[in-house]
């Protein structure tokens, strides 16, 4: 899908909005260790994303360069979910709406049955807590948010406990 998006860049000449493919493992490692706070995984497990669950997540591309990316999934146990898993935005594309865009998206591309979409994030990640607040309201669905994992889930290495977002539900 090549959609042109007025109110981004405007020396981008389109935004190309496409699920993952095999080789952008390393790409999206790259994206992501230029997006803080977001926890920073093994370009392995970019690699399987990219294998595993590309047809549930999305990238965005100005002229083939990876901009920005949703990984997602549908967890075994409820098939009427999309658990947004990270949602990375290059540092000069930050604050243009990419990040709404590529919710969209997912929406509208992800089978009829998932009425839900779910994310965790930690209460210092103002930016993620407006996109997915935001995301909620435009769609007219409610947003409800609990602990899911407390900071000494974590061990000893410091991290903030994550709250669980889950919003919906939508009829697609």
Known sequence: MNTSIPDLAPAASSLTLRPLRPGDGAALHALVA??????LN???AYLLLCEHHAQTSVVACIDDVLVGAITAYVPPMQLDTLFVWQVAVAPEWRGQKLGTTMLRHL???????????ETTISPSNEASHRLFTNFALQQDAGCSIATLFAADAFGEIGHEEERLYKIGPWTN
């Not at 230029?34 to 926890?39: A, N, R, V």
């Not at 509208?108 to 049955?113: A, G, L, V, Y």
Request: hydrophobic share 20%; charged share 20%; proline share 15%.
């Open 34 to 39: 230029t997006c803080p706070p977001l926890d």
């Open 42 to 44: 093994s370009r392995y």
């Open 107 to 117: 929406q509208q591309q992800t089978p009829d049955q998932l009425r839900w979409m």
